[in-house]
């Protein structure tokens, strides 16, 4: 039984990708529970506006972090910034009362605002002074909905899977059965193999994503108040870049199993770190710059902003470029490594090494 | 116009995967590269297809949809039918409707499988597998046929069957080149070429190969192990002496094809060997 | 002298399937056995039953002149045709594995592998990964070798050296079982037994499996219309370079390419051993 132990180890000092998910994997969690997995919002971005805007600025202090204070401005300006997500929180303020206004796609925030405002409140009471009346009004998910934040952003994780995983194992099965030499000699152009290997499944992941958003509206009332061809727009360039994934997971594997484990490196880090679960904000700032590698987190903020909060381009047009370039760079390093294996190459490492051999006797 | 190799060599960073090697490949013959694991067999018929580049030398194919080239591994889905199969190789050369099913049913009589159409590829033996490859390749009728170790693994009823459906290739005017690890096969061939970590040793038809070996060949019937090179045969000992002497107790024997590959071997190595001292 | 395996009117059945259909096959001491049959024949299920992986459904497996047992794997060596190597680990390490399982440790590296001791066993040729395998299934120096395919895709040198290795190991006594699909291994042979349908189809020597059999031969100038007609009519013909080769009867053949205007040499030759087999199979199974 010793020897078996031995044996085992033996080989696994030499398997790079297991020992890659058996280090990686650990500190990877150790570092999305110990800074990421955090709940709490410490900063709530606000603005301030109306007649009395200066008055009341001066009664709120942290959580809430004033952004903006400008009498001049009303209501609309507050919608607009609680829209394009700059704020979280949006003070409309006038001669006889004051109106919150908070954003309910970000849960966290808010709960902690109605925590400190409630604190307020009390301590204002317990002083006795004289505060003008208060109503708060949450748009986008007034019943703050679980369900209404999680599901536009499962849709990006549907993309991701099919795109990277199933993609990729696609590809590598045809490496593995030996036939994509026999595509290089065949009269196919490398753009018809690609191209055929990646459109089943782009269209497979658009067909899965309209279920998803239609189930989540029928079965859990999520709104989608937005521009459905912005969503798309959107969900095509995430898509693209998690195709390019796959492809490029493909051309550095050799089998089915390899491929899924580099595949689960590629996506888990996005399901913990791009504010799925744990809101970017919260993240300690140390970790927070990973999320914004990660094309989920863009893909979120599309989708969110668009079903919930009927975002136009103009707010989310960072998003749509950045990933559109994550997209050219993916896929075209995709295709220079894949166009390799279809093209005339004098640089094949060859597995087999020759080895001079003993002559007989 | 001939196409094939000449004085072709292939390397892949400092190592020398095909050294100077010449091939033609004509129609209606059957040219089969003979080697073992890591001779550059799979080179050779790579860079006779496009697959690998040469680093000097001229190679001369025809194009694309000319070739039929079936690799060393299965060439074919073993997710889809056979039929399904069919319909995709056709399709890649151009073959469709009629024209295809009319071609698809005569192949798959010859092949033997007219009746498993419906059948997953993964699910035919390995001989039925290789068939179906190979048809899969002589489906569009191309002029040269590339087939990488065709009955590799094969029982020998299968290959029997194979061999038939590559001579019909030939007999219909078909250029083939073939590589096999299996000596034995090279008797089919009009020509041969012998390798050895990618430099050929033996090149010409079987009869050619048989009758220029030089030096002597004997036989040696003890268990003992003669003197100077020598393999095993059976129960007996080959011995080989390049310069005609033979060994005490060896009875001089007339080479047979399997003789005159074993001693271009032997005389390769002793080459290298003198080769190697003088660099 | 007890036969080192043996089986006697041994018939495996998987419920209606029949593998193996009462078999009589022995392996002495010294010997070198050619097992050579198609896939499907029924070998793979023998080389179980022999090894006593599975129990025979009727008649008799002998191991050692007793039931195959755990004590027997020891005096057992076997080499797959996957080799049974580990890629990841060097020869060394491979070698010291086998040793531990077995208890050998006092083994020591033979000297034809012995430069390689370091190499990753996936990365060397195929050739020599071969003799690795064959060292190491020997390193416990067991008395009945079982191996399968040994030199299947291996070089002239290589395989010359292989069977090297396992005729020495014969002279030492040890009793050598070889399954094969390639005529040349079975050439090797001392004695070969034949399989097809579950059924010994023929035993002997290469000579006694040819039993005589011949073949037609014909050479002509077009031969590819020869051989166009002669394929039509369903005969499995074989090619060397320009002459054809068929079994059936010459007077047939000659009547056959006169209807077709066709002249050439026609002769009656011996057959080799790889047509004796396709002839003796086809005969023995239905297709």
Redesign the interface.
Known sequence: M??MI??EF??LK??RRTLALLVVLPVLLLVVFGYAARFDVSSIPTVVVGPEAAAVAGHLHPPFDLVDVDAAAGRSLAESRLQDGSVAVAVVTSSDRVVVLMDGTQLFAVQAAQAAIAHMAQAAAAGGAAIPPVSVQILYNPTLSTSWIMIPGLTGLILLFIGTLITSLGIVRERQAGTIEQLAVMPFRPWDVILGKIVPYLLLASLDLIAIVVIGMLLFGVPFVGNVATFAIGALLFLLVTLGMGVLVSTVSQNQGQSIQLAIMFVVPQILLSGLIFPVSSMASGVQWIAYILPLKYFIEISRGVMLKASPIGDIWVQLLVLAGMAAIVLGLAMLRFRRDLAPSARHAR?????P????S | MTWGLEDASVAFGSRVALDHVTLRAEP?T?AIVV?????GKSTLLRALVGLVRLTTGVARRPAKADIGYVPATAGLYADLTVDENLAFSGGAYGLRGAELSRRSAQLLERIGLGSARSRLGGQL???MQRKLAVGMALLHRPPMLVLDEPT??????????L??LI??A????TAVVAAT????EA????TVVLL?QGRPIAVG??SEITAGVPGALGVVRS?AQPAGLS?????TWRVWAPSRDLPAGAEPLRPGF?DA??IA??AD?AKERVDARAR | MPALAESRRVTMRFGSFTAVDSVDIAVNRGEVVGL??????GKTTLIRLLLGLVRPSQGEVLLFDATPSMATRRRLGYVPQTLGL?D??TVR?NW??TA??FGSTHASLPP?IR??SD??V???????QRRVAFAVAFSHEPELLVLDEPT??????????L??DI?DSA?HGTGVLVTT????EA????RLVVMAGGRVVAEGTVNDVIAGREVVQVQCAA??RA??VL?AEGL???????TLRVPGSQRDVRELLARHDIEGAISTVPA?L??A??SI??AGSPR
Not at chain 1, 357 to 360: I, N, S
Not at chain 3, 36 to 41: F, H
Not at chain 3, 122 to 128: A, E, F, R, S, W
């Open positions: 010793w020897a031995v044996k033996r080989q030499r398997d597995a087999s090494g020759v080895t051999e003993a002559v007989p | 209606s059957v080697g073992g694991d890591g001779a033996s390995g001989g590799t693994g094969v029982d020998p009823v299968s290959r029997a069957e061999w038939r001579a019909g030939a007999a219909e005017g690890t299996y000596v034995d008797h089919r061939a009009a050895e038809s079987p268990a393999w095993r045969w059976g129960a399997d590959v074993m071997a032997l190595v | 050579l049959g198609a896939n499907g024949a580990y990841d680990m390490e010291r594995f531990a399982a034809a430069d390689a190499d990753l996936g990365t060397l040729p195929l050739g020599l299947s895709g291996v070089g002239p040198l290589s395989r010359a050296r069977w090297q005729r002279e699909h390639n005529m040349e050439a090797q042979c001392d031969w590819q051989f166009e394929d499995i013909v074989q090619v060397q370079g320009d080799n790889e047509e087999f396709v199979v086809s």
